[in-house]
């Protein structure tokens, strides 16, 4: 157990429609960050927050959008999804802004169909 | 930008053999480059990092790695491979982004498979 807890593992829904990935990261980490995994795109970073604050963005597409609670944990809202948002979510934490290396969660698995 | 080539899609191996594992960075400021590994279900587990001094960087499990500047490589070994170790590594590179927050960009992965 890596500390950093991610719910759902799985997830299958229709395309069209909207999703909640949530993250919950190590105790006293205040950074949480978002990945993608698919097999075309590999690991692609999406976002991270910091304390509540979004500090850097990737490949985020317009559909998704992410949050960071006062309470840390942090969410992931997918809409309007599409066949090619099937891929695995990670999130990961870390105690500050720009720390090397970080702990991931085991990720959500979702599956549009 | 940053990126990393991970030569070798698959890699196999005998057990007790040597492991090596390639990846070449390329990066415009002093790199920050780790190795994670994979295991099916699993989520990213960090082996390594190299942040500054020693080039030569130990880490879980026996593995280690070595960064080359001049030959902008980070290359995993492991003396002898163990059937646990069967599993995907991914090679990154970090990047701090203009907001001080912190990027990780990974490389494609290479799934080692170790034979009896």
């Known amino acids: 157990d890596s500390g950093v807890t991610q719910t759902p593992k799985h997830l299958i829904t229709a395309t069209g429609q909207r999703v909640t990935l949530r993250c919950s990261p190590r105790?006293?980490?205040?950074?949480v960050y978002w990945y993608q995994q698919s097999l075309d795109q590999g690991l692609q970073f999406l976002i991270q927050?910091?304390?509540?604050?979004?500090?850097a963005k990737g490949n985020i597409l317009e559909r998704f959008s992410a949050q960071q609670f006062p309470d840390l944990h942090s969410e992931l809202n997918l809409s309007s999804l599409e066949l090619g948002d099937s891929a695995l979510y990670f999130c990961?934490?870390?105690?500050?802004?720009?720390?090397?290396?970080?702990?991931f969660g085991s990720g959500t698995r979702l599956t549009v169909v | 930008a940053q990126s990393v080539t991970q030569l070798g899609s698959h890699v196999s191996v005998s057990e007790g053999a040597l492991v090596l594992l390639r990846c070449n960075y390329s990066?415009?400021?002093?790199?920050?480059l780790f190795w994670y590994v994979q295991y099916p279900n699993q989520g990213l587990q960090l082996l390594l990092k190299y942040t500054t001094g020693a080039t030569l960087v130990k880490g879980i499990n026996g593995f280690e790695a070595e960064f080359k500047k001049s030959e902008t490589s980070f290359h995993l070994t492991k003396p002898s491979a163990h059937m646990s170790d069967a599993a995907e590594y991914f090679c990154a590179v970090s990047a701090l982004g203009t907001g001080g927050g912190n990027k990780l960009t990974f490389g494609t992965g290479t799934q080692l498979k170790v034979e009896l």
């Open positions: 105790s006293g980490d205040l950074s």
């Open positions: 927050y910091y304390n509540g604050e979004e500090r």
């Open positions: 990961a934490s870390s105690p500050r802004l720009s720390d090397y290396g970080y702990t």
């Open positions: 990066s415009s400021v002093p790199p920050y």
